[in-house]
């Protein structure tokens, strides 16, 4: 039995995807910059996926940048800003992804100032947090949509309206938005929205591991971080990553089929993982229960190690996280439970369970069952 | 031509059975080597010459036994071919190393036949480099840059020399269990007991689920560094997850540590009977953690026959770390996984506990159904070193 809960890290692709994947690679791998009909395939297969990605978000097609992944689609927002900008102070939370983090401490080294705004006991802040943070040099703002650990949404739409404000009164600041968590889980209107740049990446709904897209409202410009051909309207030089490009189109196609159902699904099944999860005594429960997104349930069981834990279910099959996947590797707790005002015990007896559209009901009462069982064998060996 | 010279130390003091360290170091050499092609392995005048190119040095700085060694050029005794080898040598080192700005020239003439003294011969060769490079001048007092000459049935001329490990040649020394967690210590300690000689049999207790599949990965990948330089070892992983949980169900929190040692040192045991091993090495450092002080380390004696080697018992953990360094297993060791032991120690581990009361500590267990259903479900690995193939199982 292989009940996989780590969707969050990174999800199953789909046969669909594989098969896209595969074509491109054994079929359409000519260089899509070739004048011969090998190049052209491979091109169509790119404005077919940009077609596809753009769709998902409501925007259009040529404001659909693909890169290597959701990191690179956001040190390309960060850095590609920065590079040109006429401003010299950066707004964000204390719980972004590493990918948004690091490039911006990187930044606060230098001449760049990096205001980080603190979260509530759920991971989110407030669109008048940011309002108060905003100075005539605020150059961007970075928020994710969808927090990677808790599964937290922060209130985009109302942060877009406190920048647009800032802009029309004459700043040069921008909006960005990391959607690596978000994309396939909650609708994500970026031009209706008002946001100006949003990264995503493919191996999160089920597409292939090393491309992402980020999207670009007209008239932004960024500066490349890499010099090369004129491919992605010069901001991304290089050929294209067709194979990638295209399973990203799959997955995006398939996302948008049935968007709605299976987020209605992905919901019913958190539920049920919480109830479940609620039903063992001494947890708390870090995923908030309104506004969260439907894939993720946080929970810390009290005088039990996370990594143990996780091994534990893992032996029964059941593949779960400690933290983010980025994290794994790391003894210190996760900044993001800090943040939230775990103590550094319980921030370690943390575990993340994420779903997909591939989770059943019955995976979920067996991964259920597997750490009922677990945790109490766990607590009867660490009493002392 | 140019060789690699190696030289051997202590085993110069053997008496009768010095033809078998020598014959040991030789083969050694030889399969140190051995996938890079055929280059010849001599011994001739108490040292062991190679010729091979210099990139072989990585290689053979790492075979027990040997306690130094240069690139050499060897050309024929001859004061002009000499000369005009050592000028070529002083060349390259002044390319190489732009520092350089005095040299000595020292010669050792074995061969009595050559007709200028020693002395005459490095103020000779002196004058001949400083006529070519007049920008590095004659230093006899810490030179940047030493000539060595050996005349003996050739002209032997080095410049570098690069330390080995020292010790004994594998193989020499007998055959060790060694116990090896994924820390720091146990594997410093167990190449410490390899540099002398002995055939060292990792044995590493594995506890997953309390510890993940990449901590044994850790150890495995520790075994290799070690096979690079004692060549390929057998390693032994011991399923200790359910001794693990009996003894943190069953045993008073004080004494668990030193009841887990004492389960290690039975399973070392009786794998010792099937390895042939006569010994077990442990990485115990007087005093450095509760197990480790004297009481303890009396009562986990107290459950065996075997000697227990202990060749860190007086060094410092800056030391450890140090050795740990220099032979290539620090970076490994701390990586971040737990290792058998992180996991389950208590608090307040007792640090002088009696050997009596750890006998009354595991009188509820069942000790010879632990150790017979661990070792059922162990496997027996061959590690060999990372420059050559991965590990291969060889059933249990």
């Known amino acids: 039995m292989e009940i996989y809960l780590d969707n969050a890290a990174t999800t199953r692709p789909h046969p669909v995807v594989v098969e896209s994947v595969t074509r491109a690679l054994t079929v359409d791998y000519g260089n899509p910059s070739s004048l011969h009909g090998k190049g052209l395939a491979a091109e169509r297969l790119i404005v077919g996926a940009r077609d596809a990605v753009a769709r998902t978000l409501g925007v259009e097609p040529e404001d659909v940048l693909f890169t290597s992944g959701g990191t690179e689609a956001n040190s390309l927002a960060i850095r590609g800003l920065a590079g040109l900008a006429r401003g010299r102070h950066f707004v964000t939370t204390t719980v972004e992804h590493s990918s948004v983090r690091v490039p911006l401490q990187r930044l606060a080294a230098q001449e760049w100032v990096v205001t980080e705004l603190p979260v509530d006991h759920h991971g989110r802040i407030a669109a008048a947090q940011v309002e108060l943070a905003l100075r005539p040099d605020t150059v961007l703002v970075s928020v994710m949509a969808v927090n990677n650990e808790l599964g937290t949404m922060q209130p985009i739409e109302e942060i877009s309206r406190v920048v647009q404000r800032h802009r029309a009164a004459g700043s040069p600041t921008l909006f960005h938005v990391d959607a690596v968590q978000a994309w396939g889980k909650i609708p994500l209107r970026p031009m209706t929205w008002g946001v100006d740049l949003m990264s995503l990446s493919g191996h999160k709904v089920h597409g292939p591991k090393g491309v992402g897209a980020l999207y670009v409202r007209p008239g932004v410009r960024l500066a490349p971080q890499l010099g090369g051909g004129e491919q992605e309207r010069g901001v991304r030089p290089g050929t294209e990553n067709v194979p990638g490009i295209a399973g990203l189109g799959a997955a995006a196609r398939l996302l948008a089929a049935d968007f709605e159902e299976t987020a209605a699904r992905m919901r019913a099944l958190q539920d049920r993982l919480r109830e479940q999860i609620r039903a063992i005594p001494d947890v708390r429960i870090n995923t908030p229960p309104d506004g969260a997104a439907p894939h993720v349930v946080n929970a810390t069981f009290r005088s039990v190690r996370g990594e143990t834990l996780l091994h534990r279910l893992e032996q029964e099959g059941v593949f779960v996280s400690t933290g983010s996947a980025c994290h794994s590797h790391n003894p210190t707790p996760s900044h993001v439970l800090l943040a939230i005002g775990l103590n550094t015990t319980d921030a370690q007896s943390t575990l993340r369970f994420s779903l997909s559209r591939f989770t059943t009901p019955e995976e979920i009462d067996a991964a259920a069952s597997a750490l009922r069982h677990a945790v109490a064998e766990l607590r009867a060996l660490v009493v002392p | ?396």
């Open chain 2, 1 to 396: 031509m140019a060789y690699i010279l190696l030289r051997y130390g202590e085993i110069h003091l053997k008496g009768q059975n010095q033809r078998f360290f020598v014959d040991r170091l030789v083969r050694n050499v030889r399969e140190s080597i051995a996938d890079l092609g055929d280059a010849q392995v001599r011994h001739a005048f108490g040292r062991i010459l190679v010729d091979s190119p210099a990139e072989l040095i990585s290689r053979l700085r790492k075979v027990f036994g040997i306690v130094s060694l240069s690139p050499v050029r060897v050309v024929a005794p001859a004061f002009p071919d000499i000369a005009s080898a050592a000028v070529d040598m002083v060349g390259a080192a002044l390319a190489a190393r732009p520092g350089v700005g005095t040299f000595k020239v020292d010669t050792r003439r074995a061969d009595k036949r050559f007709p200028l003294t020693s002395m005459e011969t490095s103020r000779e060769v002196g004058q001949a480099i400083w006529e070519r490079f007049p920008q590095v001048r004659a230093r006899m007092d810490h030179p940047d840059l030493l000539v060595k000459i050996d005349i003996r049935d050739q002209a032997y001329l080095s410049s570098d020399t690069i330390p080995g490990p020292g010790g004994l040649p594998s193989g020499t020394g007998g055959r060790a269990l060694a116990l090896i967690s994924g820390g720091i210590d146990s594997p410093v300690a167990s190449w410490l007991a390899a540099r002398r000689g002995m055939t060292i049999i990792p044995v590493h207790c594995y506890s997953f689920p309390f510890t993940s599949e990449r901590s044994k990965e850790k150890v495995l990948d520790l075994c290799r560094v070690l096979a690079g330089y004692a060549g390929p070892l057998r390693v032994w992983i011991v399923f200790f997850t359910d001794i693990q949980r009996t003894i943190q169900l069953s045993v008073p929190e004080g004494l668990r540590v030193l009841v887990m040692r004492r389960m290690m040192m039975r399973l070392v045991e009786r794998l010792a009977e099937q390895e042939r091993a006569a010994a077990v090495v442990t990485g115990e450092s007087l005093g450095q953690v509760a197990s480790q002080t004297i009481e303890s380390i009396a009562a986990i004696n107290a459950v065996t026959r075997l000697p227990v080697l202990r060749p860190l018992i007086g060094a410092d953990k800056t030391e450890i770390v140090a050795r740990a360094e220099a032979i290539g297993t620090y970076e490994i060791s701390i990586r971040p996984y737990e290792d058998c032991c992180s996991l389950f120690v208590p608090p307040h581990p007792r640090t002088q506990p009696g050997l009596q009361e750890a006998d009354e500590a595991e009188r509820g267990l069942p000790v010879g159904a632990l150790i017979d259903a661990a070792l059922q479900r162990s496997e027996r690995l061959t590690i060999t070193p990372r420059w050559a193939r991965d590990p291969v199982g060889v059933g249990s």
